[in-house]
Every structure is written in structure tokens, then in C-alpha cells.
């Protein structure tokens, strides 16, 4: 069994390393949100703003309209969250609806769909139930997903149609009491038996979501490297009717999305046959990052649908309820709060597509952007729903009203699937792995003047002239060029200063988490800002259609905008201004007297 990690920078910059690689082993293709980090602007990322592909718009709309009405007649979330149980009946419609397998390939049963495509229905299920948006993306982003990626022939024939058709429910277990975040630390074993034919599984898994009801389990356990003596984490799939399952607790007691059926599980010499191995053996880690990092543009998708109900709803209130003879929306004060939901919900919107756009370009490297979008999407729905339950006062505190339930709902967002601490780090010590490795080209160049002298004059020029031009944001619609001239410009700043903290922190730079959530939330206010602009240009495009006429109304992307470029210029002064020393002392004061005030 492997030891525990030990934090050294060494140990740190392998994680991140490891992670990245685990992610992404392809030729390295510039990606947007990895061009900031070097003062780029990849065009071709974000602009134009993409749109459902014409040869499948008619499916899309059918599958929404079809779903929509089904929804309409048959999805409770009221009653739901009471009974904490999503019925049968619901998750056998939206498998005859072809939800679990909207973008499996037709041959398994799948509706070979977009991942576009597949958040749109995504973003129509989150805006009215998150436990069953929740539940649909296990089935299908997690559970299946993994299978998709790295099935062999075999195994997709074998598992992937009852799951498309919902007769089986799928689970996805990696999560134990010493291994959350820290997914790597693993402790679940799987011993191969003496003939080599299956494999024998011990340990407890906690937090699996479907892991009582599920019918097929994708689960991260430590299997023997060959020939040494270490182990790695190995994807193992496994069913309920395999002797040694036991299902400690089908459903823990929980705050929010209360429909999901959250289960403590263990295994208890379990045998495995070995063909039940997904993807290369050692390689589960790999496996578990991948499939995490295509769940997360579903998780925008989602969160975006019930950013959007939060806006209506508070709009509503605001436009119905009076106090002081007048309706709440007159008071400046409510003005503020819709007009940041507005804008938070465009954004969101805006990220999601541009994201699922790359997955369906088939470009391999989007692991930042949809971190960025994670983080990003569950904490601005996080305001949205608190501002919405501002608006409406006491009335959204009672179970008459939605509001509680999506309040408790949206907690979760922040944590699963990467806590959003875990995913800013990543974003920004990913993101510097470019430009440090340049510096480093160049200091460790300086040290032979003689023989690495041109290399030095070249790297030195490529970094001189990052930070001397702002690089182009090529919008079509000349009302927008003064905020892509702003873009432009912020990028070039955030380049500047991701060098300097480099040079200042060098290796440190790794254990400076406050350093690194400056820069993780400077770079996606820019990926929000490119993503709101696209979506501006194309809206400024459209002609004579409805979308124009709103485009010239009073705009959420502009009031976005322009908090988001203030957001970030606030994030890259306090590189220099800032209460970090008093922030660590504080807290180590804190953390030495147990949390005792006086
Ligand atoms: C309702 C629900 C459903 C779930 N479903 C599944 C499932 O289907 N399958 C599955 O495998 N798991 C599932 N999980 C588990 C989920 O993915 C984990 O809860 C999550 O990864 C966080 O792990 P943890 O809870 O152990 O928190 P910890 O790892 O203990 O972290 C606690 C907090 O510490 C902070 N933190 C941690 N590491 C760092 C760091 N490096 N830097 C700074 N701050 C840090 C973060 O703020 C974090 O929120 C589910 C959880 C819940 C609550």
C-alpha cells in the first residue's frame, strides 16, 4: 500500500503535474484560457460564438420540446425533496425520452447528440430539479461516460445499452473518508487471486451518489504495480449481485438535493473478474480526472437552468409585491440585485456554450476552461439563489415556495466535483506551467551566456513583447471594440503580473494559495469577459430577429462586463496590496487556540 503524500513543493508541482498529464498526454495545442496565462488571445477558441449545428437544431428542438412537456406533466421537485426519492416512473420517462444516452452513439442505443445539445436539455432539467439533474448526470456523464472513453469494444456492448435505456442505474464511486479531494489518496484495495483471473476488493467508499441503487458501479480501488512495489488506482466495474457488496447506507440523511440517493458502501472480498477492469490497469486516476472534466461543462449547464428560474422568480416577486406604496422592483436597491442575477445568468450561459463547444470540436486540452466554468457557474448561482431569496423577503424561507429547496440544493455545487478551492489552485498553477517554464528557460539560459545566447534574446523578445502589446480581440460589431479593447488590454496586465509573481515566488509559488486565487479569479473573469463578448457579438449580428432587438436594449453582457474587468483589476492590485500576513496570522492564532476568540 502506498504511503500518504508528504507537501513538499517537489510533492505539490508532481500532483499538479500528474493531474495535468492524467488530463491531457496529447501534443500541446494552445488552448484560450492557457493563452491568457501568456498574454494570447486564441481567436478561434471563443470567436465567433458557437451555435447548435444546423443538421441537428431540428433534433434538439424536438428532444426539448418533447422533454419540456414530460417535465410539465410528470416532475414534482416539490415532492421530491419531501419524500427524498426521485419515482420510477420519472427516470423510466427520461429514458424513453433517449436522456441517458443523448450523446452515447446510436450503435449502443445512444442519440449521438452534441455535448452543445446535451446542455441545453441539461440546462432545461437543472432550471426546475437539481436532485434530478444531479441524478441524470451521474447516469450519464459519470457512470456511462467513463465507460464511453475507455471501454473496450466488448465491454461498451455489454454495459452501455440497459444503461442508455435506464434499466440500469449507474454510480460512480471514488470518494472514501481518506480520500475527497485528495482523490489520489485511495485506500480501497483490489488483490489479484493467485490464477490471475479476478481480483479481490476490500475497503468502504462514502458520498456515492446511486451507489444503493445502481445496478452498475464504476469504482477506483489500489491494484499491485507488476514487478514493483507500489500500487496505482485501477477502475474496476462492478454490480450489486457480486458476493461482498454490502450497502452500509443507501441514503445518508442529507440537506440538499435530497431526491439523490447518497449511499455508504463496502466491500468485503469482493471478487472482481479481471475483465472488469476499465481502461488500462493503474491508470484509474486517469479514468476518474477525465470523466470528472467532461461532468463539469454538464454541472454549468445545470447550474445555469436554475440561475434562470432565480431570476424569474425574482423578478416576479419584485414586480408584484409592494411595500411603501410601491413595488420592491422600484427600489434601487432590488434594481441592483436583478440587474447582477441578469448578468450572472448571461455569463453563465455564455460559458457553458463556449465550453461544450471546444468538447465538441473534439479539441483535447479544455481541462482549465472547465474548471473555470465550475467554479465560476456554482458560485455565481449561489448569489443568484441568495439574491433572489433577498428579494422575496421572509416568503422564501417556507416549503410553500421553491426557494428554500433551491437554496439547499445549490450548496453542493461549491463542493462536489472538486471542491472549489482544490479547482482554483489547479487553475492557477496549470495555467502558470507555460510562462514558468519559459522563465526557467531563461534564467537557467543566463547561466551560458555563450552558447544559449540567441535563445535568451529570442524567449527574452517573445516575453518583452507579450507585456509591451495588448493582443486583439477581433469582435465584428464595432459598438463592442472599446470592451475588447479593455479585454485585450487586462490580458496583457494578467500576463505582466503572473510573470512577476513567478520571479517573486518561484518554486514557493506552489504553496501560495492567496497568490494563486488571485490569479485563478483574474483568469476567469477574462474567460467570463471573452465568452460575454462572443455571445454580444453574435446577439449584435442576428438580424432582424428578436435576439437583435433585445441586443440594443439596456445589456447584460455590458453591466457583466463591466464589473467583470473591475473584478479583475481588483484581483491582479492586490497582487501588491493586500493583507496576507495578517490573514495567516489570524487564522494560525485561531487554529492554535481551538477557535476561542478570548
Ligand atoms: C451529496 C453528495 C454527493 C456526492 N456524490 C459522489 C459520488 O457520486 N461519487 C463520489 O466519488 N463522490 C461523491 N461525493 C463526494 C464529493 O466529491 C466530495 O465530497 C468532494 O470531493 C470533497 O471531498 P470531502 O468531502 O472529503 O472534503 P475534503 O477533501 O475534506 O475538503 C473539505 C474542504 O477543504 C478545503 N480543501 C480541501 N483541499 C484543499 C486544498 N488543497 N487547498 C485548499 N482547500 C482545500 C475545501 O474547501 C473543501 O471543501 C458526493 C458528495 C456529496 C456531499
Not at 456515492?208 to 464504476?218: P, S
Not at 507555460?434 to 529570442?458: N, S, T
Not at 477574462?526 to 445589456?555: H, I, K, M, N, Y
Request: glycine content about 8%.
Amino acid at each position: 500500500m502506498s504511503e500518504p503524500k508528504t507537501q513538499t513543493n517537489t510533492g505539490r508541482q508532481e500532483q499538479v503535474r500528474a493531474a495535468e498529464e492524467l488530463l491531457f498526454a496529447g501534443p500541446q495545442k494552445l488552448g484560450l484560457a492557457k493563452g491568457f496565462f501568456l498574454g494570447r488571445f486564441v481567436t478561434d477558441w471563443v470567436l465567433p460564438y458557437p451555435g447548435i449545428r444546423p443538421e441537428e437544431q431540428v433534433a434538439v428542438n424536438d428532444a426539448l420540446g418533447q422533454l419540456r412537456a414530460f417535465l410539465d406533466q410528470h416532475l414534482d421537485p416539490a415532492r421530491i425533496d419531501r419524500q427524498a426519492d426521485i419515482p420510477r416512473a420519472v427516470i423510466d420517462g427520461l429514458a424513453r425520452l433517449g436522456v441517458f444516452g443523448m450523446t452515447a452513439p446510436r450503435d449502443v442505443g445512444g442519440q449521438g447528440l452534441s455535448q452543445m445539445a446535451y446542455c441545453r436539455v441539461m440546462e432545461e432539467i437543472g432550471s426546475r430539479c437539481a436532485s434530478t439533474s444531479i441524478f441524470v448526470n451521474v447516469q450519464h456523464s459519470i457512470g456511462m461516460r467513463a465507460l464511453l472513453l475507455f471501454g473496450t469494444p466488448e465491454q461498451k456492448r455489454r454495459w452501455l445499452p440497459p444503461l442508455v435505456r435506464g434499466e440500469k442505474l449507474a454510480a460512480f464511486a471514488l470518494t472514501e473518508a481518506e480520500a475527497g479531494s485528495d482523490a489520489a489518496n485511495v485506500r480501497t484495495s483490489a488483490r489479484p487471486s493467485a490464477d490471475g483471473s479476478h481480483f479481490l476488493l476490500n475497503g468502504e467508499k462514502r458520498y456515492i451518489t446511486n451507489g444503493g441503487i445502481a445496478q452498475v458501479l464504476t469504482v477506483m480501488a489500489r491494484t499491485p504495480v507488476p514487478g514493483r512495489d507500489e500500487t496505482a488506482i485501477t477502475a474496476f466495474l462492478v454490480t450489486p449481485d457480486m458476493p461482498g457488496l454490502v450497502v452500509l447506507e443507501p441514503r445518508m440523511e442529507k440537506l440538499g438535493i435530497r431526491g439523490t440517493a447518497t449511499a455508504r458502501l463496502a466491500f468485503r472480498d469482493m471478487p472482481v473478474p479481471k475483465e472488469n477492469i476499465l481502461g488500462a490497469p493503474g491508470k484509474g486516476l486517469k479514468v476518474a480526472l477525465t470523466v470528472l472534466d467532461f461532468g463539469r461543462t454538464t454541472f454549468g449547464a445545470c447550474c445555469t437552468g436554475a440561475a434562470k428560474t432565480c431570476l424569474r422568480l425574482a423578478v416576479q416577486h419584485a414586480n408584484t409585491r409592494r411595500q411603501f406604496g410601491r413595488t420592491l422592483g422600484e427600489f434601487e436597491l432590488t434594481k441592483k440585485k436583478i440587474a447582477r442575477m441578469a448578468a450572472g445568468a448571461y455569463a453563465m450561459e455564455a460559458m457553458t456554450n463556449v465550453t461544450a463547444s471546444l468538447i465538441d470540436r473534439g479539441l483535447e486540452d479544455y481541462m482549465l476552461e472547465t474548471a473555470m466554468l465550475k467554479v465560476f457557474s456554482t458560485e455565481a448561482l449561489w448569489m443568484l439563489v441568495n439574491e433572489a431569496f433577498q428579494v422575496h423577503g421572509g416568503a422564501a424561507y417556507f416549503t410553500d415556495r421553491p426557494l428554500e429547496r433551491m437554496l439547499r440544493d445549490a450548496r453542493i455545487n461549491q463542493i462536489g466535483e472538486g471542491a472549489n478551492e482544490v479547482l482554483t489552485s489547479f487553475i492557477a498553477l496549470v495555467g502558470m506551467r507555460a510562462p514558468g517554464e519559459q522563465l526557467r528557460e531563461i534564467l537557467e539560459a543566463l547561466q551560458h551566456p555563450w552558447g544559449e545566447l540567441r535563445k535568451v534574446w529570442l524567449l527574452g523578445l517573445d516575453q518583452v513583447g507579450a507585456a509591451v502589446r495588448a493582443p486583439e480581440v477581433p469582435v465584428k460589431n464595432p459598438r463592442l471594440q472599446p470592451h475588447a479593447s479593455r479585454l485585450g488590454a487586462l490580458i496583457r496586465r494578467f500576463n505582466v503580473e503572473v510573470d512577476r509573481a513567478l520571479i517573486r515566488h518561484r518554486e514557493e509559488i506552489l504553496e501560495r494559495q492567496y497568490v494563486q486565487e488571485r490569479i485563478a479569479r483574474a483568469a476567469m473573469e477574462l474567460f467570463a469577459c471573452a465568452c460575454v463578448l462572443s455571445r454580444w457579438d453574435a446577439e449584435l449580428q442576428t438580424d432582424g430577429t428578436e435576439a437583435a432587438t433585445s441586443a440594443t436594449a439596456p445589456s447584460a453582457a455590458e453591466f457583466f462586463l463591466r464589473g467583470s474587468f473591475r473584478r479583475a483589476r481588483r484581483s491582479l492590485a492586490e497582487m501588491h496590496e493586500n493583507d496576507d500576513a495578517v490573514t495567516t496570522a489570524v487564522a494560525d492564532w485561531m487554529l492554535e487556540r481551538g477557535g476561542e476568540l478570548r
